[in-house]
């Protein structure tokens, strides 16, 4: 014979509230030490999108450590709750990795940092040859919605094959004394690497990871950045902006 009961389930307390279906209460011994709750905890936004939650998994908590911040899924897309971060939110989208590599092995990251998902269709990169001798518009596929928190790679389509990205464009052939400027469609500057009017080399076979807490910047600052030697792909893909 099956029966149903309806119970309330607590967690350090013998008496959960009735209006409750679990409490977790912060101490059990009457008060003397407590306790916190600790929330999913999943290490980047890659692991936090093989989660892949559905409509119906709306309110969700997850905490991402590389973020630092507390995230709930409103059945649409994550949405920040608080994010314990030692520097502000990005005031616009930035470039965080450059990547000037062997043969074809060219890419841009561009990350989103701003608190809030951005269309992609407002922006373009921009690349001045040699100081300004010839130029390149390379727009992003159309309709891209770059979420909070994540980033865009775009790179040339003979680069290595082990190179995750979400386009491909045989415009971005840079060689190091190049300026690559992230543009809106406008053409207002948003960030820079390099200078337009100068050919100097700046970044020949070499990685450049802007560092954390950097946003976007309209004037080229080689401190900005983290430098790799030549065809380091490892953190394509993700950027930590949070210390």
Avoid at 34 to 44: A, E, L, N, S
Avoid at 80 to 105: H, M, Q, R, T
Avoid at 200 to 217: A, F, I, M, V, W
Wanted: charge should be negative; hydrophobic fraction near 35%.
């Amino acid at each position: 014979m099956l029966t149903n009961a309806m119970c309330q389930v607590g967690i350090g307390t013998t008496t959960p509230s009735q209006a409750s279906m679990l409490e977790v209460s912060s101490s059990s011994d009457g008060g003397s030490t407590f306790k916190g709750f600790m929330p999913p905890r999943v290490p980047d936004v890659a692991a936090r999108d093989a989660i892949n939650p559905t409509p119906e998994d709306e309110g969700l908590l997850i905490f991402i450590q590389s973020y630092r911040c507390l995230q709930v899924w409103t059945g649409i897309a994550w949405e920040n709750i608080y994010c314990n971060g030692s520097a502000a939110l990005a005031s616009n989208l930035f470039i965080s990795e450059y990547v000037e590599g062997s043969s074809n092995n060219k890419v841009i990251e561009i990350a989103n940092f701003t608190g809030m998902p951005v269309s992609l269709d407002n922006y373009h990169l921009f690349i001045s040859f040699n100081g300004g001798g010839t130029t390149s518009l390379i727009p992003f596929i159309t309709g891209f919605i770059l979420e909070d928190g994540d980033v865009y790679v775009i790179k040339h389509p003979q680069a290595n094959s082990s190179i995750p990205a979400d386009q491909t464009d045989n415009r971005l052939n840079f060689n190091g004394n190049d300026a690559v400027v992230l543009r809106t469609t406008t053409g207002t500057h948003i960030d820079i690497l390099g200078d337009i009017n100068s050919n100097e080399y700046y970044g020949r076979d070499l990685t450049l990871r802007k560092k954390p807490t950097l946003g976007p910047s309209t004037t080229f600052q080689p401190s900005d950045y983290l430098v790799f030697g030549i065809d380091d792909f490892t953190d394509i893909g993700r950027h930590s902006y949070f210390k």
